[in-house]
Nanobody, 123 residues
């Protein structure tokens, strides 16, 4: 099993920004498609943004388009999710996940998952 670790979460006021990072241990994340997902209390896990291994294919949930940006840095083998103009509705546990193939941005499309990190948007 591949090991992923998320970082960069926390508490932020509405309108603020956070940058989440997804790093891997024991393998090169560079070869994998990576997705960011979130789960709010009482709700199903949903896809937020995903990116192919090449970085040329990516998807965003409608609710985050124009506010979030996914990117990958091959030099440090990390995938980032820059989150701007955060809203209380963005609150939840954020997970990164990886898969060898890019076939969509739904939880079922990814095999290996990080433990998740809390993001809270509140005044």
């Amino acid at each position: 099993q591949l090991h992923l670790v998320e970082s960069g979460g926390g508490l932020v006021q509405p309108g603020g920004s956070l940058r989440l990072s997804c790093a891997a241990s024991g393998f090169a994340l560079d070869y994998y498609a990576v997705g960011w997902f979130r789960q709010a209390p009482g709700k199903e896990r949903e896809g937020v943004s995903c990116i192919s291994s090449s970085g040329q294919t990516f998807d965003y949930a409608d609710s985050v388009k124009g506010r979030f940006t996914i990117s990958r840095n091959k030099a440090d083998d990390t995938v980032y999710l820059q989150m701007n103009s955060l809203e209380p509705e963005d609150t939840g546990i954020y997970y990164c996940a990886s898969d060898l193939f890019y076939s969509g941005c739904a939880p079922r499309d990814f095999t290996d998952w990080g433990p998740g990190i809390q993001v809270t948007v509140s005044s």
